[in-house]
């Protein structure tokens, strides 16, 4: 993967998670329904999984390019890592987690946190910018 793919990709994460945060912000039901869903199937597990490996490796690939790639190395590791844990223990380990998180966070919480993805998504796209020249 070339740096420049890697850093699209990187701010296409950025607004994904800026678009999670405006969906917690604005229908924190519904994320909580999201959550409780998180591991129900074989299908959403897996493909959990593997978006959270993709997100991994491109914020290791778009590292080099930009304001704090030892930032950007250490969470992308981590994707992959957590990911790779979830992998190998029982998907219904999965489900039952998500959905007992998603009985006691309240939607208040959810709310209040909606903010703090949007922030997190706009961070990520401010750090892979290129830096201007003055």
């Known amino acids: 993967m070339t740096a420049a ?3 699209v990709l990187a701010i296409v994460l950025g607004l ?4 999670l945060g405006l969906m917690m912000a ?3 039901r519904r994320s909580l329904r999201a959550l409780a869903a998180m591991g129900g199937s074989p299908a959403i597990h897996y493909g959990e999984m593997i978006l959270r490996i ?4 491109v914020l290791i690939a778009a590292a080099g390019v930009s304001r704090h790639p030892a930032v950007l190395t250490t969470v992308g590791g981590f994707l992959i890592v957590s990911a790779a844990v979830l992998l190998l223990l029982p998907r219904r380990w999965h489900a039952g987690y998500s959905t007992w998180w998603a009985r ?12 703090v993805s949007i922030a997190m998504g706009a961070l990520l796209i401010w750090t892979i910018l290129p830096v201007r020249a003055t």
Request: glycine share 12%; aromatic share 4%.
């Open 5 to 7: 793919i890697a850093q």
């Open 16 to 19: 994904w998670l800026a678009g």
């Open 26 to 28: 604005l229908a924190p």
């Open 54 to 57: 993709a997100a991994g490796v």
């Open 104 to 115: 006691r966070i309240p939607t208040a919480a959810v709310r209040a946190i909606g903010p």
